[in-house]
């Protein structure tokens, strides 16, 4: 079955750069706003392992959407303008982590983004009036700015679900590299061909790696960041006091140990997968634990 014409248009708003003057208004706003960095690793989810925003977006939508069938149901006038109202508090939170992630994508995403924000402000807005006009009385107009609420925030979600699946902001950039690399050691190159203490790139069986020396220790993790695929080796090298010698990718600012893969600082989520590596006479190899 063919996707609907009508859903066709969606995919160009990511190519409308008339948006980029409010989208950079707006990133500039939310980063102002979610600073210090560490405040910003939270609401991103780092803590957690993956993004929070979509697990805060049930709380809102689950609300409004009992509050659609309690409205067809008489006498369930108190229980919907409760619900309402639960919703458009836990709407918060919902969109400042949704914001906080959307600050860190690519453009394209962002312009899909800025206009899932507007259709989901929009939709706040409306069960903020619906829920001023329930405790006014006016039940009625309270119900059917509710309905209209439910329309934006459903054609926000919609676009919710493109920048998540067809955009895959949010997903894991390095889920697929233990299946497409082969299991076993594989060989990597010469350690004398390796720069002492720099970041280097290599490519094994068409994977691309990031290689750092140190003497005859050899750390090895894959180049593509699991943020957004940026390449590594183009990133800084740090140092951290408690995981060592680090590496921060040069399009959105993540930072990983270079000994664990680990997260030391988003937007990133996900650990950056880590090969094993030996030096067998001269000869470096890697291994991917469970690939294949």
């Not at 780092?46 to 977006?57: E, T």
């Not at 002492?196 to 960041?225: I, K």
Request: hydrophobic residues 45%; charged residues 15%.
């Amino acid at each position: 079955m063919k996707e609907l014409r009508i859903l066709k248009p969606i995919a160009k708003l990511e190519d409308i750069a008339a948006l980029d003057p409010i989208v950079d208004v707006a990133k500039s706003i939310v980063l102002a706003v979610v600073k210090p960095r560490a405040l910003e690793d939270v609401l991103h989810g780092v803590p957690f392992g993956h993004p929070i925003h979509p697990l805060l977006v049930l709380f809102p939508t689950g609300a409004w959407a009992s509050v659609a069938v309690l409205d067809l149901v008489p006498g369930a006038e108190r229980a919907a303008r409760l619900l309402t109202g639960f919703g458009v508090l836990t709407a918060v939170p919902t969109a400042l982590t949704g914001e906080t992630d959307w600050a860190r994508l690519h453009i394209q995403q962002q312009r899909v983004g800025i206009v899932h924000a507007a259709l989901n402000v929009t939709g706040v807005a409306l069960y903020s009036g619906s829920w001023f006009a329930r405790r006014a009385g006016n039940q009625g107009f309270g119900k059917l700015l509710a309905f209209a609420g439910l329309g934006a925030i459903s054609a926000g979600g919609y676009l919710g679900g493109h920048l998540s699946y067809r955009q895959a902001s949010g997903a894991n950039h390095t889920e697929d590299v233990p299946h497409r690399f082969p299991s076993g050691w594989q060989p990597l190159g010469a350690l004398e061909d390796l720069p002492e203490r720099q970041l280097a790139e290599r490519t094994v069986e068409g994977q691309p790696l990031l290689v750092f020396r140190r003497g005859r220790r050899v750390d090895v993790l894959s180049n593509v960041c699991s943020h957004l695929s940026g390449p590594l080796h183009e990133g800084t090298l740090g140092q951290d006091q408690a995981a060592g010698p680090c590496v921060e990718c040069p399009w959105h600012g993540s930072v990983f140990s270079i000994e664990n893969g680990e997260v030391l600082q988003g937007p990133a989520t996900s650990p950056q997968p880590v090969f094993r590596a030996r030096v067998t006479g001269d000869v470096v190899e890697v291994l991917l634990p469970n690939a294949g």
